[in-house]
């Protein structure tokens, strides 16, 4: 089979959708697609479940973990974002480089703390 390259501007559907707009420029696509997410839990040792560009997460302590990224993003400025489904858990997201960033779950009192389902993600431009 071979590879080849298809190049466009504007995806458009056949019409088939009714009451949203039918075309979106793939700039639009590239630029609001997350360059990195991971799900995991953070109980005893971190374990990772899935992820996207992703080459390993790090036990920090308690609630507490660095992911690293497997192809870097263009500078620091892009955002992270943390969140947890436990109950009292308040996920967020450290200082980050290029290529890691940084989650953490805390309870109601603010001390860092495992959870059973921290999600991360990342946007902003790939290197």
Do not use: P
């Not at 990224?69 to 955002?79: C, F, L």
Request: charge should be negative; glycine fraction near 8%.
């Amino acid at each position: 089979m071979a590879n080849g390259t298809i190049a466009f501007d504007t995806l458009s559907t056949s019409g088939q959708i009714s009451g949203t707009a039918k075309s979106i420029d793939t700039d639009f696509l590239l630029n609001g697609s997350a360059k990195s997410w991971i799900t995991f839990t953070s109980a005893a040792t971190f374990v990772e479940r899935d992820s996207f560009n992703v080459s390993s997460l790090a036990d920090g302590d308690a609630g507490f973990g660095t992911a690293t990224m497997t192809s870097a993003m263009s500078n620091i400025y892009h955002t992270v974002h943390s969140t947890s489904n436990d109950n009292n858990a308040h996920a967020g997201s450290g200082s980050h480089t290029t290529t890691n960033y940084q989650l953490f779950s805390k309870n109601s009192s603010h001390a860092l703390t495992d959870a059973t389902s921290q999600y991360g993600t990342v946007h902003g431009d790939l290197a």
